[in-house]
């Protein structure tokens, strides 16, 4: 694992595009795992400027998202699927059938789940997966006890996850939907790179854990200390408790 700290959230952000820049140039054909929440709103937007102002080509990157919630479809506001096209998909040159995000709104949520991990395979793995950190350390929608040997799947999601989102439904934790389908921390691992983005002093603690606390199902990003190439960028608030 390799720690970047940089001075503030924006140029932590500043960095993670960059890397995930660096990818797509070096690789133009790149599977990119993404990822949703409030830290990768920012890195989005400097992906879009530099797709607008430097010609950041994406018609050849095919990417997989971590997670949606279950009962959101597509069309939904609150939905992961409405957030990618919001933050990124519509406002790049990605093709529509290279990108993907676990379908919420599936019958047979088990079935989406497994064809979700087929599909990752199919396409060759995860070059670069880019990460945040939940506040109870969930990576993706893994949360504490997750098995670290976990794939694709349905998955119940923790009271402190309901009440760390609830601000984008309402401020309400029970209107946050209860169950997800999220790749497994086993899926996060096989990717090539990852690439964490942790910022704010409210996740300094659980950082510290991740990072040099044991590896623990208890704290599923601590996983990632297995991981051949990972790099977690932090701001000075959330390396505090380093
Ligand atoms: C959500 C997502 C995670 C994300 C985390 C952090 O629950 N499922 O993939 O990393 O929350 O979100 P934020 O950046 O908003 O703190």
Known sequence: MK???????????????HVLKRQIVKKPASVLGLATGRTMEAIYKLLVTEHRESNLDFSSVTTFNLDEYIGLDAA???????????????????????THVPN??????????KNYEAAIARAGGI????????????????????????????ITLAQTTLEQNAEM???????VPSRAI?????????????????TG?????????????????AVPGSALQYHPSCLV???EDAASAL
Do not use: W
Not at 83 to 91: A, C, D, G, V
Not at 191 to 197: C, D, I, N, T
């Open 3 to 17: 720690i970047l700290i940089r001075p503030d959230a924006a140029s932590a952000r500043t960095v993670a595009a």
């Open 76 to 98: 939904n506001e609150q939905s992961y699927h409405y957030y990618m096209q919001e933050h990124l998909f519509s406002k790049v040159n990605v093709s529509p059938n290279s």
């Open 104 to 113: 919420g709104a599936a019958s047979d949520v088990d079935a989406e789940a």
């Open 127 to 154: 070059d670069l997966q880019l990460l945040g950190l939940g506040q109870n350390g969930h990576i993706g929608f893994n949360e504490p006890l997750s098995s670290l040997n976990c794939r694709t799947r349905a």
């Open 169 to 175: 439904f309402g401020g309400n934790p029970d209107s």
């Open 182 to 198: 999220t790749m497994g921390t086993a899926t996060i691992l096989e990717s090539h790179m990852a690439l964490m983005v942790v």
């Open 201 to 217: 002093p409210a996740k300094a603690q659980i950082a510290a854990q991740m990072i040099e606390g044991p590896v623990t199902a």
């Open 233 to 235: 960028i932090l701001d």
